[in-house]
């Protein structure tokens, strides 16, 4: 089953045993069907095409054609979903697969396959651990890191201090406090309209200073598109390895699931302003096709670390690529 907090994190040894398995194993099946649930839409529409085609004669070039415009409308992407059918169908012709039972089975593999890419963990042993959260408007970010921070707190017991660099947007600024007086973590924050990259320098000072395990950065949203905001982006990150040399230790892209295949141009550019290290894909709702996941993994190589289906607390978990392609397919 999915990936839990104790798999995401890794970690000195210290913090609270895991829960008992028989309870995570609970929570991991529950996870599994509301994403599944989500992603009936595109599933219905994938499995149309595969029993249309691949339980019907042969494995012929209508079969690909098929198989390639439905994987296409799930938001797998042309060059991701080209590279997934050439192997297929070399598999066929070299008799490796001979029905369309075998078939989605072995397509299963391979998005689950392409989903993983470079280090899909979170290292908190850095003291802190700094964590840069950036990301286009509108794409959930202030609500994920609330919920991040909350479960490292209440799972994990670290000690989180949440940093409010988004200095423009009152209404973010004060959300962001809500989630970190809702998780028991420390806020700071900086004036309004006040230098960003100051806030989250003075931030990761107050994190070493208080002995905090976690320094969560937000950014204020900004389209990939705007070239000055997008420096600004990169100062902020400059300006915090000037604090602590070795950070952000990690730099997490939310990316909404509903956006398509223009999340990966999102996360093209956001990866060459600031070197994303994860996403956390958003909104995977009954609206969002998946498929996007699988792109951002194969075509730029980074790995997606969390996944969003929802408003509440649990709706935010790790990303387990077998579980996804099985709720994409199955």
């Excluded at 060059?79 to 997934?84: D, P």
């Excluded at 970010?141 to 000690?159: E, F, M």
Aim: hydrophobic share 40%.
């Amino acid at each position: 089953m999915a990936r839990d907090w104790y798999d995401l994190f890794i970690t000195n040894g210290s913090g609270p045993a895991p829960a008992p398995e028989a309870e995570r194993e609970q929570q991991r099946r529950g996870f599994f069907r509301r994403m599944r649930e989500n992603m009936r839409k595109t599933r219905e529409a994938l499995q149309a095409e595969v029993h249309a085609t691949l339980f019907q004669g042969d494995l012929d070039e209508e079969t690909w054609e098929r198989l390639e415009e439905a994987l296409i409308y799930a938001d797998v992407g042309a060059r991701t979903t080209a590279q997934v059918v050439e192997q297929l169908e070399r598999e066929a012709e070299d008799g490796q697969i001979t029905g369309g039972e075998a078939l989605t089975e072995r397509l299963s593999e391979l998005l689950a396959d392409l989903a993983r890419t470079g280090d899909d963990h979170i290292d908190l042993r850095p003291d802190p651990t700094v964590i840069l959260v950036v990301g286009v408007n509108g794409t959930g970010k202030t609500t994920t890191i609330g919920k991040l921070a909350w479960h490292l707190q209440k799972t994990l017991d670290r000690r989180v201090l949440i940093a409010a660099a988004d200095t423009f947007r009152a209404a973010a600024v004060e959300q962001l406090e809500r989630w970190a007086d809702r998780a028991g973590c420390d806020f700071v924050r900086g004036p309004e309209g006040s230098d960003p990259g100051a806030v989250a320098f003075d931030a990761v000072a107050r994190g070493r200073e208080k002995g905090v395990d976690v320094v969560i950065v937000d950014t204020a949203g900004r389209l990939h598109t705007q070239t000055d905001l997008m420096a600004e982006l990169t100062k902020v990150r400059r300006v915090i390895t000037k604090q602590m040399p070795d950070a952000p230790h990690e730099t997490l892209m939310t990316v909404d699931a509903t956006t398509g295949q223009n999340g990966v141009r999102q996360a093209k550019l956001f990866g060459e302003a600031v070197d994303v290290t994860g996403v956390i894909l958003t909104k995977l709702d009954g609206t969002a096709k998946g498929g996007i996941a699988l792109a951002i993994a194969n075509e730029l190589g980074i790995p997606v670390k969390l996944i969003g289906i929802g408003e509440q607390l649990e709706d935010l978990r790790p990303f387990d690529a077998g579980d996804f392609a099985r709720a994409l397919l199955t």
